[in-house]
């Protein structure tokens, strides 16, 4: 008779790693098909109808470039902070800013497209930097835990846009309600309804992953994330790349608050940012802080937001997505555990 | 075979035909590219406290995984009370009655006495007050002799209490064989007394103990039989009173030199200007004054040795001496150039290596690859980086050269650091700043962790250095290092220095004296 047995490892091999993650997606959807089955649905006309409404027409690939823009640049955001052993809660907050300060050029500078346009980004990014200030300083000389000051931070830009939208800035014309006027400047687009956003994004990891493993300043961060005593022992300045990678963190998702008030909407609203700073935590996660895995899982919960858009037309609530979402990650944390285990067959003698 | 089985019996005063607790029977495990374990056979028989002896590297800890189920053996078997067993998990282990205490506690830290003795134990009570629970506690205590306080926090308790709690825990257990790594290495010599005291006590009852060391008077003191191992193969297995440390020794290093040659003193070869000066160096930090008025040279080609109980301001005079701590007043020239505010940066640029004596919160960073971990005195230069890029091959080939010299056995450079023994990873680090002591090499208690024969290694290297015109600052609370290997002996006591002794003038009394705060010219 030969016994099975579990034996755990020091390291988990990754291709080992990478199979259990895809295996606890793959666990997650089944659940939520277990789920939708029980509730009286059909998971594989669902699923069928989501697949085809995402990958079958130009629209839904358009809609979902869409969606995986904001994604990636605030899960870049959360994953660039990361390294540096920081948690930035406040993506949602910084986007929502970033995107405040490009409206804000947008509509008061006047000026011709290919001026406003990098103003526009620029502003973008200096907001998301500055949205993210407080809680850096606040944590490179206080020590004050960022985890909770950046999270703060996210109820205050997600109001001032709210007020903003429905306030000073409110469409004059009077044609549209809780939203600013169309925006005179727009990012062009590339194909169908897809801007540049998307593109920016992916040529945005590419650089991050060099920047991480072909620079000085990458092997400086990764050292200083993973024990600042060591950097400090070998001379680097500690605080100064901790304030500069939060601060980059945070102009990341400004300038992706900025190619979505620029881009995709074409106005500054309440709720620009959709949850996307949240995601993106998510995303970051996934992907274990590695700007290329950014994209992939970036572009994994673009299909899965997509689909909840599919599913809302359905008669199902934006709920099941959170919950497939919730899933995902409790089963890839489970994962991550499990591949670290190597199965073993033994002989059973003796015992 | 049968008469010397029989007689270790007798000598250990069992019925004749006693099965050993624990047999091994050509136990090996490999990793790739090493052999971790080779055809290893030890008999561990009640009654007995059998010492477990090698160098760092030598495979004790991978052997003693093995018996403890947290690594799988790839041939031979692990006998426990005469059945064969196959451990694929520590708890398996210890339903068997195998206990292990290691080196770095696992208790939670913040958990009362009484609660770590009961966590994850199938013989709690489901619900059981804490009264209750500290009861058991103390009853659990008495009956195994080793004096607990059931209600205290860990975090409030001394190693040497801690350590007590860890043993109790196991022991609770009802572990028959208890396996100890490395136990005094955080004991003082009084705690590291009581723990041999409670140990006999535990053997006498028909236990048996197996305590890894690689400080061969405890081994001599304690151990009925000594196994020593080598390169992961069984040298020997001897019973420990027809043995001497420098039996032992060679048995463990397989060379006959050691301790001979530990005791060689070289006279310092060159004299030159000196190459660092301190003078009048204070350095207040929160905790009050830590460093209080030193001055002295140090000379190109001298080891200084720094004596001193731990704690009297010895880490901050390396880390201003380093550039990692500024001082708060006070001038220091290196090659007569003021570098008092320099920084560590600049210090290291300027050829001061500095091995630290925390390692894991300064020296490395743990978590990070062996790559990483090896180039971070050079990370910043050619060929590693070239106009801020950064170059992974460049950084892979430096970490394999610095491998080799150190003679590290490294299966994975992607591997993370913290997966290398505290030996290796001492070694990693020393050779790393060997290379770029040019002129100074800070070394904070070097030998922490190593054995006899890595020791011995290391000091030969740091003679190398200094004969090749390096100054060497050795800090040590070994007295006995200190007094072979440096030129002059400082004596450190509540940030100030006692006084500079040339090692050839130097009195070990004296010196003790010095350490117990007595100024050098108040010495009669």
């Given amino acids: 008779m030969n016994l099975i047995r579990l034996q755990r490892m020091p390291i988990a091999t990754p291709r080992v790693a990478f199979a259990f993650r895809v295996a606890s997606v793959l666990l997650a959807l089944f659940t939520t098909a277990i789920a939708l089955s029980i509730s009286g649905r059909s998971p594989v006309a669902l699923g069928a109808k989501v697949i085809s409404s995402t990958f079958g027409s130009s629209f839904g690939l358009e809609d979902l470039a869409l969606l995986f823009s904001p994604l990636v640049y605030c899960g870049l955001s959360v994953a660039v902070a990361l390294r540096i052993g920081a948690w930035n809660i406040g993506a949602e907050g910084q986007f929502n800013f970033g995107a405040f300060c490009a409206t804000g050029v947008a509509l008061f500078v006047q000026g011709p497209t290919w001026v406003i346009l990098p103003l526009m980004a620029l502003a973008g990014m200096i907001g998301g930097a500055l949205w993210i200030l407080i809680p850096t300083l606040a944590r490179a000389y206080a020590d004050v835990s960022e985890l909770i000051t950046t999270l703060l931070m996210n109820f205050v830009a997600i109001l001032l846009v709210y007020w903003v939208a429905t306030g000073p800035w409110l469409d004059p014309s009077g044609m549209a309600l809780a939203t600013t006027s169309r925006l005179p400047v727009s990012v062009p687009t590339l194909w169908g309804i897809v801007h540049w956003g998307p593109l920016v994004a992916i040529f945005l990891a590419i650089a991050l992953a060099l920047f991480v493993t072909y620079t000085r300043w990458g092997y400086e961060v990764r050292i200083a994330g993973a024990n600042p005593g060591a950097a400090r022992y070998a001379g680097m300045p500690v605080k100064t790349q901790l304030i500069g990678i939060m601060l980059l963190s945070g102009a990341i998702a400004g300038l992706g608050g900025m190619m979505e008030v620029a881009g995709t909407v074409g106005r500054l609203q309440g709720g620009i940012s959709n949850n996307y700073g949240y995601i993106g935590i998510m995303v970051a996660v996934l992907a274990r802080a590695a700007p290329i895995g950014v994209l992939a899982t970036a572009f994994f919960m673009a299909v899965l937001l997509n689909g909840g858009i599919v599913l809302q037309s359905q008669g199902l609530t934006t709920h099941t997505v959170l919950a497939v979402t919730g899933l995902i990650l409790l089963y890839a944390a489970i994962g991550d555990e499990m591949a670290h285990y190597k199965i073993l067959h033994t002989k059973a003698k003796d015992i | ?524």
């Fill in chain 2, 1 to 524: 075979m049968a008469r010397q089985t029989a007689s270790i019996q007798q000598r250990l005063g069992l019925a004749p035909g006693t099965p050993p607790i624990l047999a091994l029977k050509g136990v090996s495990k490999y990793f790739p590219g090493v052999i971790a374990n080779e055809d290893v056979d030890i008999d561990v028989y009640p009654g007995e406290i059998h010492a477990l002896l090698g160098e760092n590297g030598a495979g004790k800890s991978t052997l003693m995984n093995i018996v403890t189920g947290i690594y799988k053996m790839d041939a031979g078997e692990v006998i426990i009370e005469g059945h064969a067993r196959d451990f694929s998990s520590p708890t398996d282990a210890i339903e068997a009655g195998i206990g292990m205490v290691h080196q770095h506690f696992k208790l939670v830290r913040a958990f009362t006495v009484a609660e770590n003795i009961h966590l994850g134990w199938p013989q709690t009570p489901k619900r059981i007050s804490k009264r209750h629970l500290e009861a058991r506690t103390h009853a659990l205590a008495q009956n195994l002799g080793l004096a607990v306080k059931p209600e205290a926090i860990v975090a409030n308790l001394s190693t040497g209490e801690q350590q007590r709690v860890e043993i109790l825990r196991v022991l609770a257990r009802d572990a028959k064989l208890l396996i100890l790594d490395e136990p005094t290495a955080v004991l003082t010599p009084k705690e590291a007394r009581e723990l041999f005291t409670a140990l006999r006590a535990f053997v006498a009852r028909g236990n048996a103990v197996i305590f890894i060391s690689h400080k061969l008077d405890e081994v001599m003191e304690v151990s009925n039989r000594v196994t020593v191992l080598r390169g992961g193969k069984k040298v020997a297995t001897e019973w420990t009173d027809t043995c001497t440390e420098n039996s032992l020794a060679q048995l463990m290093v397989g060379r006959e030199i050691v301790l001979t040659e530990t005791q060689k003193k070289t006279a310092p070869s060159i004299k030159t200007a000196p190459i660092l000066n301190l003078s009048d160096i204070s350095l207040t930090t929160d905790q009050g004054t830590v460093l209080n008025n030193i001055s002295f040279d140090l000379a190109a080609g001298e080891i200084l040795g720094i004596a001193g109980i731990a704690g009297n301001g010895q880490r901050e005079l390396t880390y201003v001496m380093s550039g990692l701590s500024t001082p708060s007043s006070g001038i220091l020239t290196l090659d007569g150039e003021d570098v008092t505010k320099a920084g560590a940066r600049t210090m290291a640029q300027m050829g001061i290596g500095h091995i630290p004596e925390d390692r894991l919160h300064s020296g490395m960073a743990p978590t990070l690859s062996i790559t990483d971990n090896a180039v971070l005195r050079e990370y910043a230069q050619p060929p590693l980086t070239r106009k801020g890029w950064f170059s992974p091959k460049g950084a892979a080939n430096l970490a394999r050269e610095i491998a080799k010299v150190a003679d590290v056995m490294v299966p994975d450079f992607n591997m993370p650091a913290r997966n290398l023994s505290g030996g290796n990873q001492q070694r990693l680090v020393a050779r790393r700043e060997m290379r770029i002591a040019e002129k100074i090499l800070i070394a904070a208690y070097p030998s922490r962790g190593l054995d006899v024969g890595a020791i011995n290694t290391m000091m030969r290297y740091f003679i190398e250095l200094r004969d090749q015109g390096v100054a060497v600052v050795l800090i040590s609370e070994e007295l006995e290092e200190l007094m072979n290997f440096s030129d002059r002996i400082a004596v450190m006591f509540h940030g100030e220095i006692m006084g500079i002794i040339p090692t050839k003038d130097a009195d070990v009394e004296q010196i003790g004296l010095m350490m117990g705060g007595t100024r050098q010219e108040d010495l009669t």
